[in-house]
């Protein structure tokens, strides 16, 4: 090779490999991945190590972040030992596995990581690199993985996307590999349909998986970094759907910086993704939201709709002089269709809730891939393991191994009505399991508080539960009681009151912020047992005041009104109303008929605030076309 190095590119994922730990780790031959640590030596057996039944560890262990970690490190330190590791662990690689034994996707993952990792060593430790032909050896295995990676590319989804940015990152950074830039130009031209593809027209990756649009997304973003350092032109089109990917990105990011796990997803924060995107677009609300409210401006949307990929966001705000930006309130909502591929989970109408710096209600996550017994797999991805309602303990889709077959579970959003101070979301579930139709109201008023109604509608009687994920930081933290309104269940930060009579009880549950690693926590279960049309109705109000809020309920036949008296002074009343058809009628105290509105009044009885809710065309607000013929999403 003549003592030729790569070119320094940019690497998006960087900054999450400088853990000197890490490094020293696999200098002893230690590996800690997915919550497992095994001592398997600089040398390993790579094919005949005793590894978790997991086969996502060995994958993990495949694709050689943690060189990442020892090119930082050497950096960091000038000490050899770093980079002679890192060749000691390759050319164990090269010497023992056939290029095509693992995924296409872990391939192009792992000769990612070898060409960052080889272009940090190589800028510290220059002709060292070079030692005993190591980069003839090195190189030469890069371009075979990166055949096997060509004849073999994925068709569609996230793994075709980390596979076409591998072959840009290559490209870029051995232009030796690619004189005639043949396959640079093809990567570029590949990753943006790719992206017109992968990512729908409202921003939502297909898959529907929070953390696999940022995966995605690390690669497009990083595709226009490096075209910015590099002078590459990309096509028209790429930066307007690109956009729509970080508006999601920044509209699902909770108000404590991480995404909810949704779907097959860890948590996570990815605000530097959207700080990076705000400099290479000019997006000053990317920027604000990226560095906590420091830089920037904040967005103008509190609320956010993205009715193709099925998600919608209630948000109080994005912080300001009376509430801080983590303090805000916070809730998504899941009412689309089942993530596309095997990623989607059983979880229509599931929310999951954020305020006073910290989730309330979440989704357990992933935890595994894993289908062999004990089934964790299957417990992540059921009904049961979110927050809506089952019916006979049964999956809203039946579950099978991979992406379904048959039928699957369909939700929609029916309508979404907006006022001064009152949010409602009403979507629709239907079932190939059970002849259930379920209903889901969230009602967001004031900006301070949820009240979620659930109407089930049958012709035969089943049992229904209603289930709310509690944090691991609740354990032992949970009390459930009586009060005025019904019964009252009491957490760090949250109180529930169930209007009626349904069964309260705790049940164990699972949460699993990172693959592979998971930590107890309470579920919340209400119980109706016996009915064909049911209906539960909760109020989910962030507090830390120990007393109940007060809570009444009154059935007026087409309409329901809901008086809550309370906030941690206890200095107000409301009364919030709406119609069961969606239909404007006559309310209380409203000269016009309406589908939902509200007041609040002082202890005293002067009316504060009066305000009606009207429908909105979440379409329009989504800022893209309807489809000429979609009965599966927003009307």
């Not at 990442?68 to 023992?96: E, H, M």
Request: proline share 5%; glycine share 10%; aromatic share 10%.
């Amino acid at each position: 090779m003549n003592g030729r190095r790569p070119h320094r590119t940019f690497c998006v994922i960087e900054h999450l490999h400088r853990n000197r730990a890490v490094a020293d780790e696999v200098v002893e031959g230690r590996f800690s991945i997915q919550g497992r640590t095994l001592e398997l030596g600089v040398e390993p057996r790579w094919l005949g190590a005793t590894l978790p039944a997991d086969r996502e560890w060995r994958l993990e262990w495949s694709k050689f972040y943690y060189g990442l970690d020892l090119a930082d490190a050497g950096a960091a330190t000038g000490d050899p030992k770093y980079v002679r590791v890192w060749q000691r662990l390759v050319d164990g690689w090269i010497g023992q596995v056939p290029v095509d034994l693992d995924p296409t996707d872990v391939a192009a993952r792992r000769v990612s990581n070898w060409v960052y990792a080889w272009s940090r060593f190589a800028e510290t430790f220059g002709a060292l690199c070079d030692a005993d032909g190591f980069s003839d050896r090195l190189s030469l295995s890069i371009c075979r993985q990166l055949s096997y990676v060509i004849t073999h590319l994925t068709r569609e989804r996230n793994h075709r996307t980390l596979e076409l940015y591998a072959l840009f990152s290559v490209a870029l950074a051995l232009p030796w590999l690619d004189p005639a830039n043949r396959l640079l130009d093809f990567s570029i031209d590949a990753l943006h349909r790719n992206l017109l593809d992968d990512v729908l027209a409202d921003g939502v990756q297909r898959e529907r998986s929070t953390h696999y649009h940022h995966v995605v997304l690390r690669s497009f973003v990083g595709l226009r970094e490096n075209a910015r350092r590099f002078g590459l032109s990309l096509p028209d089109g790429f930066d307007a759907r690109l956009a729509r990917a970080c508006d999601f990105s920044m509209h699902c990011h909770r108000p404590d910086g991480f995404i909810p796990a949704l779907s097959d997803s860890d948590t996570g924060s990815y605000l530097d993704l959207l700080r990076l995107a705000g400099s290479l677009l000019n997006r000053a609300d990317w920027t604000y939201v990226g560095t906590r409210g420091v830089a920037g401006q904040p967005p103008q949307q509190r609320h956010a709709a993205f009715p193709i990929g099925g998600y919608f966001v209630q948000r109080s705000g994005w912080g300001d002089r009376t509430r801080s930006l983590a303090d805000e309130r916070y809730l998504i909502f899941d009412c689309g269709e089942i993530g596309d591929g095997g990623h989607g989970h059983y979880d229509a109408l599931n929310v999951e809730i954020a305020a006073g710096g910290r989730p309330l209600v979440v989704d357990p996550g992933r935890y595994t891939y894993c289908d062999d017994p004990p089934h964790w797999r299957r417990w992540f991805k059921g009904t049961h393991a979110h927050n809506t309602v089952t019916v006979d303990g049964l999956d809203q889709t039946p579950y099978r191994r991979g992406k379904p077959k048959f039928g699957v579970a369909r939700a929609r959003l029916l309508h979404r009505l907006t006022g001064s101070g009152l949010d409602i979301l009403w979507g629709e579930a239907v079932s190939p399991a059970y002849d259930v139709v379920h209903q889901r109201r969230v009602l967001f008023v004031a900006e301070e508080y949820w009240l979620i109604e659930d109407s089930l509608h049958s012709n035969n009687a089943h049992q229904y539960e209603l289930r709310f994920h509690l944090t691991p930081e609740s354990n032992d933290a949970v009390c459930v009681g009586r009060s005025a309104g019904g019964c009252a269940v009491h957490t760090r930060g949250t109180v529930f009151v169930f209007d009626g009579d349904p069964s309260i009880s705790l049940e164990a549950g699972w949460i699993a912020e990172q693959y592979g690693i998971k930590e107890a926590a309470p579920v919340v279960v209400a119980t109706m047992t016996g009915r064909a049309d049911a209906r539960f109705l909760t109020l989910v109000m962030p507090t830390d005041v120990a007393a109940a809020p007060e809570f009444r309920v009154a059935d007026g036949g087409d309409t329901w009104t809901v008086e809550v008296g309370g906030g941690d002074t206890r200095a107000w009343r409301d009364r919030v109303m709406w119609t069961r058809t969606g239909e404007a009628l006559p309310l209380r105290g409203f000269n016009e008929p309406a589908a939902a509105a509200w007041t609040r009044s002082s202890p005293a009885g002067d009316l504060l605030v009066q305000s009606i809710a009207t429908v909105v065309d979440v379409w329009k607000d989504a800022g893209i076309e309807r489809p000429a013929c979609n009965e599966e999403v927003a009307l």
